[in-house]
């Protein structure tokens, strides 16, 4: 976590305010506590305390709110990807590949496309699979160019890609 958000301001938009993406581990960290803690007691959706616990590690403090969310929306396609984030963070790597690949299937060809792109590219490079998140990263900027998505979006996923590629590179 930052206090100071200088370093920070070309870092991609985590999803939710005080939250960045770090360029280098492609992870989300809160960058303003302040900002973050505004955001979230003024939100009315279990998804954004979800991500804020992901973010700062909290893995069964998430698992347990996202049972709890995804009993009232269980089609939730936010939660459904937090619940496998929650095994990313508890380093259950292998497992929450799976549930990306399996949320990407459900994804296809609809808006979410994209984003199942993303959350598996990330979980890929997180694993250390640096090739397979290259194809991820590679798809969802694709997609999301081919949707005129959000420019933060599109941003995202460029910085993900372009990582990944020099990660990739270093490893060759």
């Given at each position: ?25 492609l ?5 303003s ?43 939730s396609?936010t ?8 095994l ?20 296809q ?45 599109i ?7 372009q ?10």
């Amino acid at each position: 976590m930052r206090g100071d958000q200088s370093g920070t301001i070309e870092w991609p938009d985590g999803g939710f305010p005080g939250i960045r993406i770090n360029p280098d581990t492609l992870l989300s960290e809160i960058v303003s506590e302040e900002t973050c803690a505004a955001a979230l007691e003024a939100s009315t959706d279990p998804a954004d305390q979800v991500l804020v616990l992901l973010v700062e590690g909290r893995a069964a403090d998430a698992a347990e709110l996202v049972a709890e969310a995804r009993y009232k929306d269980p089609e939730s396609f936010t939660l459904r990807a937090y619940e496998a984030d929650v095994l990313r963070v508890s380093h259950r790597y292998d497992r929450a590949v799976e549930l990306f690949r399996q949320l990407l299937t459900e994804a296809q060809g609809t808006a979410n496309e994209a984003l199942a792109y993303q959350y598996l590219g990330r979980m890929q490079f997180v694993a250390g699979n640096i090739a397979a998140a290259v194809e991820s990263f590679t798809r969802a900027l694709d997609l999301r160019v081919a949707q005129s998505a959000d420019a933060a979006l599109i941003y995202s996923s460029t910085v993900a890609l372009q990582r990944a590629r020099d990660v990739f590179e270093l490893a060759s």
